[in-house]
């Protein structure tokens, strides 16, 4: 479960307040795929991050009650001069799972040979990216966080990346936030649309898509 | 026209004059929101209700489907405040990233941890250099490059915490995305590695010192330590303050490095408190940071570290700083991630 305990997010620009998320008071089920719908700028990043640990709620707080992972893909926490071995040692660590084991499994998975012993700042953003989407994959997560889209790098590896995760996360929760309604369908059970700085929760994934196609359509 | 609809239009031009200078006058913010608030509000193309009034959307919002339905129980809001646990998982945290940063700065294709030892000791050869050769009496018997070097290092534990925390949250940021990484973690793990490596620059100069050039009385760890240690707050006090404040001002680390600057003239590296004529001595002993490190410098001479020295003072303003660091990076500390 994530507990939403009365949030809202504001931020105030030069050009006066935005609000990103009414106050909001949800539980949000981490054993389910949930979907968040919600046009560009409506909040859905703002939304992950808050939930993932990135920002701060304005007011009200987040309990999460779940081994949550960290946006899937997101390669952003890596440290470039650490190299890609240093850097699964560092998660493994953080997580306080089986270092050898981790590494086999993200190594298997990424694909970046050699360059395992190497700074991640030398990488492309494709095996950058690949090593985070491994590494997510080698830990065993109750709830993994999307935002947008599933799989990393060219096409041959996102095909590869979907495959294997849909595999192993069968029956796993997870949140994926998005604009496109085919995604979240292919993926989610159930669902929620970010509109107006409201988060409106639905049972059906297909009565959400129906909403937002309606509401948030220009 | 009447005299009448004249006075009448004069008194309105006036009540207007004094609206605009109230705008001018900082209420500028609030008139904004509201035009702003009035915009994002309003119907768009002219059909769609406000949706705070859309039926749909408020029957959605009144009735929460089942499996989203608030679930969380005082129990649930208890255990996530301050338990052993959340103490656990604190230590936990600030050691692996203690971790990862030692590894990174071993790592480094560049000088890495030399850096460490090798900048104060730059610092020490020149100024000692000076010292020879042009102010050798002003040292008072006590070896200059000793001298030197137990000022610029115990000075290193305020400048290097301060200015490592300065930019240590927004650096690490993406760090949080790691569910077990709270802000603090990042500030407490960066503050402390610092602490060490300072603590381990120390002792390589002083156990150098000590075999090579002069072998001098040492006199309490005590001391020293409890002097570093308010170096050190201080310094953790500075970095969360400038941290925060950044958000407002952009300029403050431009700022804060004219004043280090001074506060490196001015805090004892060059000249000791004890020997100053009263009436300097008087001014610069206003200098908080100057009474620790003269306290440092005292336990590794005699004639260094008397009675002006007031580590009680330097406590104050240390002790001072640091609630002022943590309470504007309670304050602050969404708006700064929110950059």
């Known amino acids: 479960m994530i507990h939403l305990v009365g949030i809202s997010k504001h931020y105030d620009t030069d050009i006066g307040r935005k609000q990103v998320l009414r106050e909001t008071r949800l539980s949000i089920p981490t054993a389910k795929r949930v979907g968040v719908l919600g046009r560009n700028g409506a909040g859905k990043t703002t939304l992950l991050n808050m939930i993932a640990g990135v920002d701060r709620p304005s007011t009200g707080l987040i309990i999460r009650e779940a081994r949550m992972s960290w946006p899937l893909g997101y390669s952003g926490g890596f440290h470039g001069d650490l190299t890609g071995r240093e850097n699964i040692a560092f998660v493994a660590r953080l997580y306080g799972v089986d270092y050898d084991e981790t590494f086999e499994r993200t190594e298997e998975f990424a694909e970046i040979g050699p360059y395992v012993d190497m700074p991640v700042r030398t990488y492309s953003s494709g095996m950058k990216s690949r090593l985070a989407f491994g590494l997510s994959l080698a830990i065993d997560f109750d709830c993994y966080l999307i935002d947008e889209s599933i799989g990393a790098g060219d096409r041959f590896f996102r095909q590869k990346s979907k495959k294997v995760f849909l595999e192993q996360s069968k029956d796993r929760g997870m949140l994926l936030v998005s604009h496109n309604e085919k995604t979240v369908r292919e993926y989610c059970q159930i669902g929620m649309v970010l509109y107006e700085g409201f988060l409106v929760p639905f049972d059906n994934i297909d009565e959400a898509i129906d909403f937002y196609t309606r509401k948030c359509a220009p | ?339």
Do not use: C
């Not at chain 2, 692996?96 to 030892?117: K, N, P, Q, S």
């Not at chain 2, 100053?276 to 940071?289: F, R």
């Open chain 2, 1 to 339: 026209m009447t005299s009448e609809a004249v006075e009448k239009r004069a008194k309105a031009k006036a009540a207007k004059g004094l609206a605009d200078v109230a705008v001018l006058h900082g209420d500028a913010k609030p008139a904004r929101e509201a035009r702003i608030g009035k915009s994002g509000t309003a119907p768009r193309g002219g059909k769609r209700p406000r949706p705070e009034k859309d039926p749909e959307l408020l029957e959605r919002l009144n009735n929460i489907p089942p499996d989203f339905v608030p679930r969380w129980t005082d129990e649930t809001l208890a255990t996530s405040g301050n338990t052993p646990r959340a103490i656990r998982a604190f230590v936990h945290s600030v050691w692996t990233i203690m971790l990862r940063e030692m590894m990174a700065r071993f790592g480094r294709h560049d000088l890495g941890y030399l850096w460490a030892v090798l900048e104060p000791l730059i610092h020490v050869l020149v100024l000692s250099f000076i010292f020879y050769f042009i102010r050798m009496r002003e040292t008072l018997g006590m070896n200059p490059v000793l001298f030197v070097a137990t000022g610029i290092i115990p000075l290193f534990f305020y400048m290097k915490t301060s200015s490592i925390l300065t930019n240590a949250l927004r650096q690490n940021r993406p760090l949080l995305n790691h569910a077990g990484i709270q802000p603090m973690d990042i500030f407490f793990a960066r503050a402390l590695l610092e602490f060490f490596t300072q603590l381990l620059v120390l002792l390589i100069f002083a156990v150098t010192i000590y075999v090579a050039l002069e072998a001098y009385n040492f006199g309490s760890i005590f001391s020293v330590v409890s002097n570093l240690f308010g170096l050190w707050i201080f310094g953790i006090g500075v970095g969360l303050t400038v941290s925060s404040l950044l958000v407002y001002a952009e300029w403050l680390p431009t700022m804060m490095s004219g004043i280090n600057r001074f506060i490196y003239i001015t805090s004892g590296v060059f000249f000791t408190l004890d020997r100053m004529p009263p009436t300097i001595a008087k001014y610069a002993s206003w200098n908080p940071i100057l009474h620790f490190v003269d306290g440092v410098r005292g336990n590794f001479s005699p004639l260094m570290g008397g009675s002006r020295v007031d580590i009680s003072y330097g406590y104050l303003w240390a002790v001072g700083i640091l609630a002022i660091g943590l309470i504007a990076d309670r304050a602050l500390r969404h708006k700064v991630l929110d950059r």
